[in-house]
């Protein structure tokens, strides 16, 4: 079959992959897993995916990186073939409607707009050109599109972005410094009382505040936490390595010596080398 031919040949580009795909959700010979998929189901996936595309990045490994953006690929692919089975939309409409956009939203590349602009002016634009798609959506709210599956701080701050635009925002960052306290002190002081459903709404409306907190000092609060937690990892493991030395586990240790551990590490990390 040509079909098969085409399957096995290593040149066979994205014809090669799109034909894979359709093989593996045939309902007759296909995969019996691949078959039994939806968009909710492969949905996950395509974020571990992006998110293991970012890792790859940061770690600077570049043939990581190759693998995982074939895998993110996949998932296009994927999501494509179970919306052309279902008429929705096919891999080649997926590609024309982002190459219309790309071409929509550079004027100043593909049309006559001058490129004489800062970042800032071109990112100005850009959103002015994204209004106007929703607004030919039907979505004319102003918090409509902000997608719901983003990460929750970066969803957060885009939140606030968008209200910010129409003058819902407070002024100064110290506002926002005073509502931080206020939301942790309601938070701790009633940490007693508050049932945990309660509990986890307050605590929910500290780390809205602090995205905020993020966005006034143009931190991304995601990129902030991902160095916090990329400090912490290698500080404890450099805890793990000193006790191994001394033929110890952290089990085998206790909070004082680990916190010392901890503090000797943090201090050598800031000493000049």
């Not at 790309?102 to 602009?117: A, I, L, Q, W, Y």
Request: net charge negative.
């Amino acid at each position: 079959m040509a079909e098969d031919t085409l399957i096995t040949d290593p040149n066979g580009g994205m014809p090669r992959l799109l034909e894979i795909m359709r093989r593996l959700r045939d309902p007759e010979t296909g995969c019996p897993w691949d078959i039994e998929q939806d968009f909710a189901s492969i949905a996950p996936y395509t974020i571990e995916e992006a998110y293991e595309v970012a890792d790859a990045i940061a770690r600077d490994d570049w043939a990581e990186l190759e693998g995982e953006l074939g895998d993110l690929l996949l998932q296009t692919v994927y999501h494509t073939q179970m919306g052309s089975e279902a008429g929705h939309f096919t891999f080649e409409s997926v590609v024309k409607n982002i190459a219309d956009k790309m071409v929509t939203r550079h004027p100043h590349v593909f049309g006559d707009e001058s490129r004489d602009k800062s970042p800032e002016q071109q990112t100005a634009d850009w959103e002015k050109i994204k209004a106007a798609e929703r607004a030919g959506k039907d979505q004319g709210r102003t918090l409509d599109g902000v997608a719901i599956g983003l990460p929750a701080l970066t969803r957060a701050v885009k939140l606030q972005e968008r209200a910010a635009r129409v003058g819902f925002d407070w002024p100064d960052v110290a506002f926002v410094v005073d509502k931080i306290a206020e939301e942790a002190g309601e938070l701790t002081e009633a940490r007693d009382t508050l049932s945990h459903t309660e509990m986890t709404e307050e605590y929910g409306d500290l780390l809205f505040v602090m995205a905020n907190l993020a966005r006034h000092l143009s931190i991304d609060p995601e990129e902030a936490l991902r160095a916090a937690n990329a400090k912490f990892t290698r500080r404890f493991e450099a805890i793990e390595d000193a006790l191994a030395e001394q033929g110890k586990t952290p089990a085998d240790s206790n909070l004082d010596e680990m916190d010392a551990l901890w503090d000797a590490e943090k201090l050598r990390e800031k000493s000049p080398t």
